[in-house]
Structures are given as structure tokens and as C-alpha cells.
């Protein structure tokens, strides 16, 4: 039964973005490798495009790109948007940056590779332009205020919004006074990134836990951290309760066994906040 609510609540998860005001034109500035498959995306925007930590927005893939797909795959796809979320601080306007991820074709199926993250790991370069949307989520809004610790969990580039809300808190001192967790769940050490971000951040401020945990590491990892899933190295972690504000990023089945835990160990759900699994433009 609790299964089948969790699954209800996930497939309801979509939600349909508001009406778009007119998308912002923002300029490449970067796209540099972070990890495997894995890539930085530098831009600047607008001077009167304004977004909070946290959030995410859709990029466009430019309608040439999409007519070359077509040809090249045999797909009939329309306009093409995507969400990613900012990676930094609104304090770092006009610049922003999102981390994305190339989306391989599923395993043993002879389909083509992700379209928009095809477009800005192979296509996007220093100089062009790409559209991006107004901004959405409320990721930002969790644990606003009060004296709970906040714990964010991330799987993969789900970690790219905490990046945006770590930097945040930091150059502005929000919730100087609280414990931060961020949980971050990878396989191996090499798709870790920014792990040395991190650890500098760890080091740097006293209220900050960094918990990397890796699922799979190679021999060479000679990897001494936690391991296994991260919602298992979460659940080993805090033995017994937890009171805390809980935010969750990464894979629909990732975000599942995350609430699971902190449902298992009394977090409220209205303590449990996270982006919606699909955004249909
Ligand atoms: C709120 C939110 C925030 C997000 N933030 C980020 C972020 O910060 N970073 C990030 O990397 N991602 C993020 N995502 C995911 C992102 O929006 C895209 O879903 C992802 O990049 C894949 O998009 P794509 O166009 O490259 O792939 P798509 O073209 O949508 O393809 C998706 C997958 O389907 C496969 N596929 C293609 N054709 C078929 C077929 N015929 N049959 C079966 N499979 C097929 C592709 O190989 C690919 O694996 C976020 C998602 C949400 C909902």
C-alpha cells in the first residue's frame, strides 16, 4: 500500500510550466568537463533576469539543431525544452551556470542519445546564444526558516541545485546558524564532482557535513567512505530519528527510497521537499 502511494505520488509529480514569459537570450561564456559525461555550462544573462537559488529554468535547443535531428534519427520532434537547474548563487548574476548531464541511450536499446544534453556537451561553444526560460521550483523555499538541520541528498547532477543553494548560503550566510548535510550519492570516485569543492566548503564552515557516498567504486578508488546507495549511507548515517528539513535531487527511483528513509525515521512530509520529476513544457 505504501508502495502504491509512493508511485502515485511520484507519476503526479509532473507538473506543467506556467505559461513562459518570453524566454531570456543568454550568451555562452564556457562549457568545460566537470566528470565523465558531465559538463559546466557557463552563461550570461540578461541584466534584468533575476532567479533564487534553488531553481530551475528550460533551456531551448535551437529548432535547426531539432530539423537535423529529425533528419539524422527519424524522430518527428517539435520545439525541444529542457530543465536544468541554476548551479550558483543568484548572487554571481549575470552569470549563471547549470551542470548537465549527456543522457546515453538506455542500455542494449538502439535509440538515439538525449537531444538537448547532445546539443550542449557536443554543439554549444563560448559565443553563442541559447534561450533560456523564466525560472521555476521552489526548491529554495524548504527549510526557510527555523533551527532544524537541513540535509540535502543528491544523486548524479541532482546535486547541481544544492551546488546553487551551498554557494548561496555560504556567500550570504543563511542558515549560518543551522547544520547542513549534503549527501551526495555517485558510483565511482571519478563522477564525484566538484568533490573538492566541497570538501574546501567542509572545511571552510563548521556547520557543514559533506557525506560523499559511492555505489560502486573502482579497485583504484581506494575509496575508505561509505558505500552503497546513497539513501542506504543516509539511512546508516543517522541511526534512530531524524528532525530535519529534508531536500532530495537525482533519479525519480533515487528520490523514491530517499523518502522512504526519511519517512522510516519520522521526517513529516511537509519537512520533504523536491523539484517535480517532469516538467512538460
Ligand atoms: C526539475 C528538473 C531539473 C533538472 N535538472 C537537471 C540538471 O541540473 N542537470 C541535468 O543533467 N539534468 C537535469 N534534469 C534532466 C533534464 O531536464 C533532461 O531530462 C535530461 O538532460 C535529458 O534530456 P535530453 O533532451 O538530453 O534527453 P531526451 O531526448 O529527453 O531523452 C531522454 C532519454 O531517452 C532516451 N531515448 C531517446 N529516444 C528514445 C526512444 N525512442 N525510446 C526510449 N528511449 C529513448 C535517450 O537516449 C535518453 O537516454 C532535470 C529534470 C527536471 C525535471
Redesign the pocket.
Known amino acids: 500500500m505504501i508502495r502504491l502511494t509512493l508511485v502515485l505520488a511520484y507519476l503526479l509529480a509532473a507538473v506543467a510550466a506556467p505559461a513562459q514569459e518570453s524566454p531570456a537570450t543568454a550568451k555562452v561564456v564556457s562549457v568545460e568537463p566537470l566528470a565523465p559525461n558531465v559538463k559546466r555550462l557557463r552563461v550570461r544573462l540578461p541584466k534584468n533576469y533575476k532567479f533564487e537559488a534553488g531553481q530551475?529554468a528550460l533551456l531551448t535547443v535551437p529548432s535547426s539543431f531539432v530539423e537535423g535531428w529529425n533528419a539524422k534519427y527519424k524522430t518527428k520532434l517539435g520545439t525541444?525544452r529542457?530543465?536544468?537547474?541554476f548551479a550558483s548563487s543568484p548572487k554571481r548574476l549575470p552569470v549563471a551556470e547549470?551542470?548537465?548531464?549527456l543522457?546515453?541511450?538506455?542500455p542494449g536499446?538502439d535509440?538515439?542519445?538525449?537531444?538537448?544534453?547532445?546539443y550542449i556537451h557536443g554543439e554549444l561553444k563560448p559565443g553563442d546564444t541559447i534561450e533560456i526560460g523564466q525560472p521555476l521550483?521552489s526548491m529554495n523555499k524548504a527549510g526557510e526558516s527555523g533551527a532544524r538541520p537541513l540535509v540535502l541528498v543528491a544523486g548524479g547532477?541532482g546535486v547541481?541545485p544544492f551546488v546553487g543553494l551551498l554557494d548561496h548560503w555560504f556567500r550570504t550566510k543563511q542558515h549560518k546558524g543551522r547544520k547542513i548535510y549534503l549527501f551526495f550519492g555517485a558510483r565511482q570516485r571519478r563522477d564525484l564532482l566538484l568533490d573538492t569543492q566541497f570538501r574546501r566548503w567542509a572545511a571552510k564552515h563548521s556547520n557543514f557535513t559533506y557525506v560523499p557516498g559511492l555505489s560502486d567504486p573502482a579497485l583504484d578508488d581506494n575509496w575508505t567512505g561509505p558505500t552503497g546507495f546513497i539513501n542506504v549511507v543516509l539511512d546508516r548515517h543517522f541511526s534512530g530519528t531524524l528532525d530535519a528539513d529534508l531536500l532530495i535531487a537525482g533519479s525519480p527511483r533515487m528520490l523514491q527510497e530517499t523518502v522512504k528513509v526519511a519517512k522510516a525515521k519520522g521526517v513529516p512530509e511537509a519537512q520533504i521537499r523536491h523539484?517535480?520529476?517532469?516538467?512538460v513544457p
Open positions: 530551475f525541444v529542457r530543465p536544468y537547474s547549470f551542470i548537465i548531464q543522457a546515453a541511450p538506455p536499446r535509440v538515439p542519445p538525449g537531444i538537448a544534453s547532445t521550483g547532477t547541481a523539484d517535480p520529476i517532469k516538467v
